[in-house]
């Protein structure tokens, strides 16, 4: 039924994103504040400080790894701008598990299938640590692995919860900042991977498809 339902939504977005505009983003919204993250929920990732969306395209970077570009998109209504939060392949966490600090997860974004990445090639503006998109359904790394870190104490990951992403190989932190690029339309800005910790590695869960969480092991 789970699976049937989150089938369903994602077709849903899916289906508005061909029109150009996510009719999903309010549809898709949990009813309330502090909704725990599960495993196989689709959501997009809100950057604290500048209230730019994850986004990802079929737009390779011109430099570094040539890989599928990463950036922080200002729009709200952007289906490029979902992920599905997944565990590493040797978790034994599966979907509709709550995520807890410290473990290991992978995001896949939704419309492209490739997975949120890192390495040591440098990002294009300010010379961080590049991240982008690589791989695909059967195609995953330990470049894919991040580290969920939660602000404040928090054990489990819920919706509206500041929290960090570490980068497993890199040690860098998920990061942006109001650096703009001008041959990307709509204000993106650079997202890329920083090593200290920092006000700008603050991320939330905002808009998505959230699974129910199992509540029994």
């Known amino acids: 039924m789970v699976a049937s339902v989150l089938a369903l939504a994602v077709a849903f977005l899916l289906g508005a994103s061909s029109y150009g505009v996510d009719r999903g983003a ?3 919204s949990p009813a309330a504040e502090g909704v725990e993250v599960a495993y196989g929920s689709t959501i997009k990732l809100m950057h604290e400080k500048t ?3 994850l986004h990802s395209h079929d ?8 890989q599928q ?4 998109f200002p729009e709200v209504d952007d289906s490029n701008s979902y992920w599905i939060v ?30 949120l990445h890192s390495h040591l090639h440098a990002s294009p503006l300010s010379g961080n640590l590049e991240v982008s998109c690589f791989g695909g359904d059967g195609q995953s790394d330990t470049g894919d692995y991040w580290r969920l870190e ?3 104490g928090g054990k489990v990951w819920k919706q509206d919860q500041k929290v960090r992403l570490r980068h497993v190989d890199t040690g860098g932190y998920l990061h942006s900042h109001n ?3 001008n041959r990307l339309g709509g204000g993106q800005q650079e997202v890329c991977g920083v090593r200290e910790k920092r006000a700008e590695n603050i991320w939330l869960a905002a808009e998505g498809v959230y699974l129910p969480v199992n509540k029994s092991k």
């Not at 737009?59 to 040539?66: A, I, K, R």
């Not at 570009?69 to 922080?72: F, R």
């Open 150 to 152: 939660i602000e404040g």
């Open 179 to 181: 650096k703009k690029y």
């Open 86 to 115: 997944r565990p590493s392949p040797d978790s034994s966490a599966k979907q509709g598990d709550a995520i807890e600090t410290g473990s290991i997860i992978r995001l896949q974004h939704m419309r492209t299938r490739k997975w």
């Open 51 to 53: 209230k730019h969306r």
């Open 26 to 28: 309010a549809a898709a």
């Open 59 to 66: 737009v390779p970077y011109g430099s570094g790894s040539g």
């Open 69 to 72: 570009s990463v950036t922080g």
